[in-house]
């Protein structure tokens, strides 16, 4: 990101120019310039593979299991299914909470265990999209005015009210 604000800051109209000083690269210094990064990258790739990094991708695992199982299966859901209730949507963030939170911590905890924590956020992720359709099918449907708005049905799509807000058809956002 800092290269990114120091070349946005200086006038320059290419990367050339920005590395080079305006200067054209010489074609076989750029030829041999990429096939070197890419070994930088790979053996960097190798040496961090090596190393122990258990409790930074239990926690990235754990952060990202919680927050994928909370929302994904509604969020990939209510962009095409209009039945998605909210009931649905609080069943997820509690199963969520309650598998991740709970096993996950467990499991993160123990080093006989702690590789299988990623696995746990997978599954509390693939449980979100099972989860979803099955809890919106024997719970009650949304709205149809607010389905209908949400979906941009007779105009551009309006922010769903507030609880306690009337709803107007004049009403834009």
């Known amino acids: 990101m800092v290269g990114v604000g120091i070349f946005s800051r200086r006038e320059t109209k290419n990367v050339n120019e920005f590395f080079l000083g305006g200067r054209d690269a010489v074609p076989t210094v750029v030829t041999a310039a990429l096939p070197a990064a890419l070994v930088a990258v790979i053996l960097l790739s190798v040496v961090l593979a ?14 990202w299991g919680l927050l ?7 969020f990939v859901w209510g962009l095409s299914w209009r039945r998605v209730s909210r009931l ?5 963030i509690i199963f969520a909470l309650v598998f991740m939170g709970g096993r996950g911590y467990h499991y993160a905890s123990d080093k006989l265990t702690a590789g299988y924590v990623p696995v746990l956020a997978a599954l509390t992720m693939l449980a979100s999209l099972v989860i979803t359709p099955l809890v919106s099918l024997i719970s009650p449907a949304p709205a149809r005015d607010i389905v209908d708005r949400a979906f941009g049905e007779g105009g551009a799509a309006q922010p769903t009210p ?3 807000e009337p709803i107007s058809e004049g009403k834009s956002a």
């Open 68 to 74: 994928a199982g909370c929302f994904l299966g509604p």
């Open 50 to 63: 090596q190393q122990k990094w258990q409790l930074i991708v239990n926690l990235m695992a754990l952060s």
């Open 88 to 92: 649905a949507v609080w069943v997820n």
């Open 162 to 164: 507030l609880a306690g």
